[in-house]
């Protein structure tokens, strides 16, 4: 199989031998499926509502800190908390049929443990996870509109929203079927309401500060509720 093929001169669009995915394009998850995973560009590709999106190419050395930082913080936080997993954007997340997102990062209950996600055969993750985390280039509630409705719907619990143009941090917490943005605590802090004791400074993670990003990450790792809800993971997950 040959690389895919980026076209100049028609924004948003690649060629492979499984065919082309443009944006706007009307797809199945299954054929989306089929098209993208025979891509080798790394462009980030999902099917929202039927639809694919493809978020232009922005990369630089302030988004690839931020990014660095957040995800460092939710694959510390596993490794701290027997019982959750995290996964980065080498996973799409299999919503439902309409929908099929790649996020920067995800964090969930383990399914041995009580999680509402599984895993397919290509290591895809199927449902809908706890947390969502994405990096946003671009500015406005309008670029979230589509995918906050399609997070809701399926119940993701937590959607997390680093957006690089104003260095903002925005952390929606689903409640009674609607989101609600979650306030930071003192010294910009946010706390998350699915995991006990994870924590995100949110001025260190958009300046880069990666010590206090790491150190504010600890200090949740100390709180008792923390503590209870690692014995509860692990209780579930020997069984009555």
Known sequence: MQGARFLHGRPKRFESDAGPLEEGDCLTSKEFLRRREALSHPAKIELIDGIVRIESDGVDQQSSGVEGGLLTCLQSYAEATPGTEFSDSSASVLLD??????????????????????????????????????????????????????????????????????????????????????????????????????????????????????????SGFKRPDHKAFVERLAKRRSGP
């Open 97 to 218: 049929r309409e929908n099929i997102v790649r996020p920067e990062g995800v964090l969930r209950i383990a399914q041995a443990c009580g999680g509402r996600t599984g895993l397919t055969e290509k290591r895809h993750i199927l449902g809908a996870p706890e947390l969502i985390a994405e990096i946003l280039l671009s500015r406005g509630i309008n670029d979230l509109r589509e995918k906050l409705s399609a997070f809701r719907r399926n119940g993701v619990p937590e959607y997390v929203v680093c957006r690089l143009p104003e260095r903002k941090v925005e952390w929606y917490q689903l409640e009674r079927g609607e989101y609600v943005l979650n306030l930071p605590g003192p010294n910009n802090i946010l706390w998350s309401s699915v995991f006990p004791g994870l924590c995100l400074n949110a001025t260190a993670l958009a300046a880069n500060e990666t010590v206090a990003l790491r150190n504010t990450l600890q």
